[in-house]
Nanobody, 119 residues
C-alpha cells in the first residue's frame, strides 16, 4: 500500500494549486486522510484532514484551503486558494488505514510534494 501525491509547484501569491493523493493497493478502510506540511528546521504540521465526513483545518489555512475526499477512489484533494508565501513548504499526504481485516490501522505517508509561493 502506498500513498501517491501530486500537484505541487511554483505559484505567485494569491494564486491557487490543487494537491491530490491516492491510495494504491488493496485496503479495507481509511480512518483519517489528509495533509501535513513541513519547512526546513520546523516540525511537520497539520494542514487539513477528513475523518468520518468531518473536515478539520489548521487555523492558518481555514477559509483558504478545502479538503475533499472521494471514498470510492480512496483519494483526497486539497484545493489551496489565495496562497501566501508562508504556505511554502513540502506537503505530505497522510492516511491512517487498515490493509486487511486481520490487521489493524497503521499510519502511511506519501512522498512529499513541494509548494513554493513567491511574493
Amino acid at each position: 500500500v502506498q500513498l501517491q501525491a501530486s500537484g505541487g509547484g511554483l505559484v505567485q501569491a494569491g494564486e491557487s494549486l490543487t494537491l491530490s493523493c491516492a491510495v494504491s493497493g488493496s485496503i479495507v478502510s481509511i480512518d483519517i486522510m489528509g495533509w501535513y506540511r513541513q519547512t526546513p528546521g520546523k516540525e511537520r504540521e497539520l494542514v487539513a484532514y477528513e475523518r468520518a465526513g468531518r473536515l478539520t483545518y489548521a487555523e492558518s489555512v481555514r477559509d483558504r484551503f478545502t479538503i475533499t475526499k472521494d471514498n470510492a477512489k480512496n483519494m483526497v484533494q486539497l484545493q489551496m486558494d489565495n496562497l501566501k508565501p508562508d504556505d511554502t513548504a513540502v506537503y505530505f499526504c497522510h492516511a491512517n488505514l487498515r490493509e486487511s481485516l486481520q490487521g489493524w490501522y497503521a499510519h502511511y505517508w506519501g512522498q512529499g510534494t513541494e509548494v513554493t509561493v513567491s511574493s
